[in-house]
């Protein structure tokens, strides 16, 4: 039936775009949609050519294109051929307006934003209690720091009971005093991520006395609450990195500081020992006990010196001594005697060497080697020396 229907081979659709995903493969998939109806589209790479824009959430357009069924799925969808601007979709302008009210009003200015502890102790998550989003937020917060608490408010995050379930767990864990909060979802499309652009919740998010990370969809989705958190992670992984510190790399900083300040320890203790030992030295040299062993030390080699330079002038003494024996023994008159040598006096002890020194009568007394001989002198005769 389509494939026979002119009408469906070429006709235009006006709508808002949601769902959108630019594929690897360069096709496009996106949903068109109004206040009355939904229809799938998808744009193959060869069409692309001719369009001069980039596709973006939210945005008004026109679809031209064909009709027809997609077999693998069983349903029908739109195959656009071309895409014109048509404005900006309503629930777009929804979010602009909001955005500069809530700007204006001063939600997003950076002096109101707290900064993030260094190393929470106690995280907590206002997210689905299934998905990817809290998972990877586990998985990554456990493998950075497994010593943290994480407590989980299990908040609606998508329809009409959505912003009240999130201003709620916001509330919750502020009560609970936890360190941080992380406030968010997985991707999705626009409508999906409204909750996260609802005035109540950016209301919340800016009162609470608590820092939060704002985490939600992907890096290119940007939200009211992106913009009024403390900070913004790209993703639930991010945020959880945000969040939380890295105890591993904290670990092996910590080790790395401890072996420095060890070696300056080390290194400061032998420079002690080491002055230490030089003080002990001098306080040692200047020790009375140390002097006094230094003198008795000093005096025992003078008192050898001394006794040395006795021993030296006692022995050349002995020397002179033996030479002068000698020299008197060359002129001894004992020595003489004893030779058959005699000494010949007067009574008076005057030394008979000339005959003119006695006369006959006097008395002399001659001496030889064993004794004294008394004699008389019966007379003189004079030698002639010729």
Same mark, same amino acid.
Request: hydrophobic share 40%.
């Given at each position: 039936?389509?494939?026979?229907?002119?009408?469906?081979?070429?006709?235009?659709?006006?709508?808002?775009?949601?769902?959108?995903?630019?594929?690897?493969?360069?096709?496009?998939?996106?949903?068109?949609?109004?206040?009355?109806?939904?229809?799938?589209?998808?744009?193959?790479?060869?069409?692309?050519?001719?369009?001069?824009?980039?596709?973006?959430?939210?945005?008004?357009?026109?679809?031209?294109?064909?009709?027809?069924?997609?077999?693998?799925?069983?349903?029908?969808?739109?195959?656009?051929?071309?895409?014109?601007?048509?404005?900006?979709?309503?629930?777009?302008?929804?979010?602009?307006?909001?955005?500069?009210?809530?700007?204006?009003?001063?939600?997003?200015?950076?002096?109101?934003?707290?900064? *993030?502890?260094?190393?929470?102790?106690?995280?907590?998550?206002?997210?689905?209690?299934?998905?990817?989003?809290?998972?990877?937020?586990?998985?990554?917060?456990?493998?950075?720091?497994?010593?943290?608490?994480?407590?989980?408010?299990?908040?609606?995050?998508?329809?009409?009971?959505?912003?009240?379930?999130?201003?709620?767990?916001?509330?919750?864990?502020?009560?609970?005093?936890?360190?941080?909060?992380?406030?968010?979802?997985?991707?999705?499309?626009?409508?999906?991520?409204?909750?996260?652009?609802?005035?109540?919740?950016?209301?919340?998010?800016?009162?609470?006395?608590?820092?939060?990370?704002?985490?939600?969809?992907?890096?290119?989705?940007?939200?009211?609450?992106?913009?009024?958190?403390?900070?913004?992670?790209?993703?639930?992984?991010?945020?959880?990195?945000?969040?939380?510190?890295?105890?591993?790399?904290?670990?092996?900083?910590?080790?790395?500081?401890?072996?420095?300040?060890?070696?300056?320890?080390?290194?400061?203790?032998?420079?002690?020992?080491?002055? *230490?030992?030089?003080?002990?030295?001098?306080?040692?040299?200047?020790?009375?006990?140390?002097?006094?062993?230094?003198?008795?030390?000093?005096?025992?080699?003078?008192?050898?010196?001394?006794?040395?330079?006795?021993?030296?002038?006692?022995? #050349?003494?002995?020397?002179?001594?033996? *030479?002068?024996?000698?020299?008197?023994?060359?002129?001894?008159?004992? *020595?003489?005697?004893?030779?058959?040598?005699?000494?010949?006096?007067? #009574?008076?002890?005057?030394?008979?060497?000339?005959?003119?020194?006695?006369?006959?009568?006097?008395?002399?007394?001659?001496?030889?080697?064993?004794?004294?001989?008394? #004699?008389?002198?019966?007379?003189?005769?004079?030698?002639?020396?010729?």
């Amino acid at each position: 039936m389509f494939s026979q229907d002119y009408l469906l081979h070429s006709l235009s659709v006006r709508g808002e775009i949601s769902n959108l995903k630019y594929h690897s493969s360069g096709h496009i998939y996106f949903t068109l949609k109004d206040k009355l109806g939904v229809i799938s589209c998808v744009m193959f790479a060869g069409n692309r050519r001719g369009l001069s824009f980039s596709l973006t959430e939210g945005m008004q357009v026109v679809v031209t294109g064909k009709v027809d069924v997609y077999e693998r799925d069983g349903r029908y969808q739109l195959y656009a051929s071309s895409v014109a601007k048509d404005g900006m979709g309503e629930l777009y302008e929804r979010f602009i307006r909001l955005k500069e009210e809530l700007e204006d009003m001063g939600l997003f200015a950076p002096e109101y934003k707290k900064p *993030l502890p260094d190393s929470p102790k106690v995280i907590g998550i206002v997210t689905a209690a299934t998905g990817a989003a809290i998972r990877d937020i586990i998985s990554v917060a456990k493998g950075r720091d497994p010593y943290v608490q994480l407590i989980l408010y299990p908040a609606i995050v998508q329809g009409d009971a959505a912003p009240k379930s999130i201003c709620r767990g916001i509330k919750m864990l502020e009560d609970k005093k936890v360190d941080v909060m992380i406030v968010g979802r997985g991707g999705g499309s626009l409508e999906d991520l409204w909750a996260f652009n609802d005035r109540d919740v950016a209301q919340a998010i800016f009162d609470c006395s608590i820092p939060v990370i704002s985490a939600v969809g992907h890096e290119t989705d940007t939200t009211i609450a992106d913009l009024v958190a403390d900070v913004r992670a790209e993703t639930p992984t991010a945020a959880a990195a945000l969040a939380t510190a890295d105890r591993a790399g904290q670990d092996e900083r910590i080790e790395r500081i401890k072996q420095a300040l060890d070696r300056s320890i080390f290194r400061r203790i032998d420079a002690c020992k080491q002055a *230490l030992r030089s003080r002990t030295q001098i306080l040692g040299a200047k020790s009375p006990a140390n002097r006094i062993t230094t003198y008795r030390h000093r005096s025992m080699l003078i008192s050898e010196r001394l006794e040395n330079e006795m021993n030296r002038a006692i022995e #050349a003494r002995r020397n002179r001594l033996s *030479l002068i024996s000698s020299r008197l023994d060359g002129v001894s008159p004992l *020595l003489k005697l004893s030779q058959g040598y005699s000494y010949t006096e007067t #009574a008076d002890g005057r030394c008979v060497s000339r005959i003119d020194s006695v006369k006959a009568g006097d008395d002399i007394n001659i001496y030889v080697s064993d004794g004294q001989i008394k #004699a008389s002198v019966t007379g003189v005769k004079k030698q002639n020396r010729g």
